[in-house]
């Protein structure tokens, strides 16, 4: 039996090696709208493009570890 989604927004998926990751439904404004969703600088080039978020984001790339140290400084 097929598996039903978790939300119309996003859904959670297995890839190839059992990682789980979030598959969501949503772009632009919506997406960072979306506090599950929302990586804030850590979307990289190809992210931002794929989820239309030019000019929604200040254009440096931090990873999301980088944030927290940040917020931990």
Sequence with gaps: MPRK???RL???KED???RQYME???DGIALLRLVLSNKGTAFSYEER???RLGGLLPP???TLEQQIERVYE
């Design 5 to 7: 989604r978790v939300s």
């Design 10 to 12: 996003f859904d959670l």
């Design 16 to 18: 190839d090696h059992g």
């Design 24 to 26: 969501v439904y949503l």
């Design 49 to 51: 493009v794929a989820l």
């Design 60 to 62: 440096q790339y931090n």
